[in-house]
């Protein structure tokens, strides 16, 4: 027997039971394992037992939390109201650089927003239709009785709030042996919540009804992440802004519309300003990020999801896209920290935090063109990233300013810089004062 064959029977012993074992002693096992050191475990004890417990609630075989910076987005007036947007992530320029353009169209112009439709849906898969016609007849006769029972059996509590499912409509696909796939759209209106369960609950109950009324076996019951039914968009205006930038930003925008290389960055960039959001209230941005990308792709080539043109002496941009998100239910209102983030916005219903959300992408979409077709993204973005730099490079806290101040320089004379950078400069300031750095880690006792 092989060494990794020894590994692999080790693992897989160590692994049976895991999710009914406690916290200290998946510790131990993973100990044993080697994927876990005495460092890492005392790491992990550092959190507290209330927050253990909540991630028990949450996930299977809880070993503790991974934190994300959290921070506020300043500025933000959306619709007239004013905002302190909490952010959660790690990338050092976006919520500076949010915050920054924010005060931009605060002072030039004003941001406005809306959600058009208020649906998600449901997807009832037939793979191979034995009479697609007559399912057709047959769904159309008994669209509104279906509905009903729906309704009565699995969605009252939505009805009772005014949603609730409110329609079908079907589709017809072809295979690739020839044949034909029908799809069945089962519309809901979440009211409040993001709607995945109910929606999935809702097709799963219509199975066996649709199975007895057409005669067809339904094959797949689940939601569908790209929501064209309820769609969120965002304005800005700007004006008093200089023409050529206008032109610019116009420019960097169609180059975004029409290639896709440009628009998966341009979008990652939109996305930088609604994920953090998404993170910090508990909403599932894997969720959003698949309806968004799958939204830029609605017309067969993948496309921005921003637009921005110079309208007579205004600049006018718009986000349009699906934003599907909760503000009852799941994490948003059993964690503490979304509690809080959205208390923080004073948000009432998911479609006020859909617009929030759409507005924020769009104002991080005008910071990034802005800085990509002037200053270029290097000098922005790296000057926010010399303090990530400075502490990877083993600075302590009282060696920050003179590092930083240095890197600063050398980055205005070259417009790069890097980690080796940033270690050979402290380096020749340790030297002045008989300390050393090695590969980025200090070789004196910390301060």
Request: charged share 25%; glycine share 8%.
């Amino acid at each position: 027997m092989t060494n990794e064959d020894r590994v692999f029977e080790k693992n897989k012993e160590l692994f049976k039971g895991f999710s009914k074992l406690n916290r200290e002693e998946r510790f131990e096992r993973l100990k044993e394992m080697g994927a876990l050191t005495p460092e890492d475990i005392r790491l992990l004890q550092t959190q507290t037992k209330e927050d253990v417990q909540l991630a028990e609630k949450f996930i299977e075989n809880v070993i503790g939390y991974y934190q994300m910076p959290i921070g506020v987005a300043a500025n933000f007036v959306i619709d007239g109201k004013s905002y302190a947007i909490p952010m959660a992530v790690e990338e050092t320029s976006i919520i500076a650089a949010a915050s920054k353009t924010a005060k931009w169209v605060r002072e030039a112009g004003e941001i406005t927003t809306e959600v058009i439709g208020n649906e998600v849906i449901g997807q009832m898969q037939i793979e191979k239709v034995k009479d697609f016609n007559h399912l057709e007849e047959v769904l159309n006769k008994n669209e509104a009785l279906l509905v009903e029972r729906a309704n009565a059996e699995v969605a009252s509590g939505l009805v009772r709030r005014g949603g609730g499912v409110t329609r079908l409509s079907l589709r017809k696909l072809s295979r690739p042996d020839g044949g034909v796939m029908a799809v069945i759209h089962v519309y809901v209106d979440p009211c409040d919540a993001m709607g995945a369960n109910i929606v999935n609950q809702v097709v799963e109950f219509l199975r066996p009804e649709v199975e007895e009324l057409t005669d067809e076996e339904v094959t797949m019951c689940i939601l569908s992440n790209l929501v064209d039914t309820k769609i969120t968009r965002a304005t800005v205006r700007l004006r008093g802004v200089e023409p050529s930038l206008m032109d610019k930003i116009q420019e960097g925008s169609i180059f975004a519309e029409e290639d896709p290389y440009r628009a998966a960055t341009n979008n990652k960039g939109v996305l930088n300003g609604i994920d953090p959001i998404l993170l910090a209230t508990g909403n599932d941005w894997r969720a959003v990020e698949a309806g968004v990308h799958a939204y830029a792709a609605k017309d067969g080539q993948y496309r921005s999801i921003t637009k921005w043109r110079r309208e007579g002496d205004e600049l006018v941009g718009v986000f349009e896209a699906p934003i599907i998100v909760g503000v009852v239910g799941g994490v948003t209102r059993l964690h503490p920290m979304s509690r809080m983030s959205l208390r923080m916005m004073g948000v009432e219903s998911s479609g006020e935090l859909s617009r929030i959300c759409a507005a924020v992408g769009l104002v991080q979409n005008l910071g990034a063109i802005r800085a990509l077709k002037t200053v270029g993204i290097i000098e922005g973005h790296m000057r926010l990233h010399i303090k990530n730099l400075s502490l990877s490079a083993g600075a302590h806290e009282r060696e920050m300013p003179a590092l930083q101040k240095k890197l600063e320089e050398l980055l205005a004379m070259t417009n790069r810089i890097t980690l080796s950078n940033a270690v050979d400069i402290l380096r020749e300031l340790r030297d002045r004062n008989g300390n050393k750095v090695n590969g980025g880690i200090s070789q004196h006792a910390e301060s």
